[in-house]
């Protein structure tokens, strides 16, 4: 794991998934501000050695923020926050 305290403790053999660990801890950095709209995000193996998790791992959280609609991939230029898509109302018709 990596050493820096703003990492969460990660335990692989704990009851979390790793990698929606990972994907929660960066959801709470984006809800907090600490990653601002349009930031780019490190690249994957820079990610996987910050949280001292494989690179899969985090490809795994990218696809969970992704859905989550936190994030934006562009090929070839890198991961950005993104404005979340609002809530979809439940209309009854």
Same mark, same amino acid.
Request: without cysteine; proline residues 6%; charged residues 30%.
């Given at each position: @794991? *990596? &050493? ?9 053999? !704990? ?7 990972? *994907? %929660? =801890? #960066?959801?709470? +950095? #984006?809800?907090?501000? &600490? /990653?601002?709209?349009?930031?780019? /995000?490190?690249?994957? /193996?820079? /990610? *996987?050695?910050?949280?001292?998790? *494989?690179? @899969?791992?985090?490809?795994?959280? @990218?696809? &969970?923020?992704? &859905? ?6 562009? =090929? !070839? +230029? ?11 109302? %439940?209309?009854?018709?």
């Amino acid at each position: @794991m *990596a &050493e820096d305290s703003d990492y969460p403790e990660i335990d692989s053999d !704990g009851p979390e998934l790793v990698y929606m660990v990972v *994907a %929660n =801890h #960066i959801a709470g +950095k #984006i809800e907090r501000g &600490e /990653l601002k709209l349009g930031q780019r /995000l490190p690249s994957e /193996l820079d /990610l *996987a050695e910050q949280y001292g998790v *494989a690179r @899969m791992t985090v490809r795994r959280a @990218m696809k &969970e923020l992704r &859905e989550r609609g936190l994030i934006r991939s562009v =090929h !070839g +230029k890198g991961t950005y926050v993104q404005q979340p898509d609002p809530p979809a109302e %439940n209309v009854d018709r």
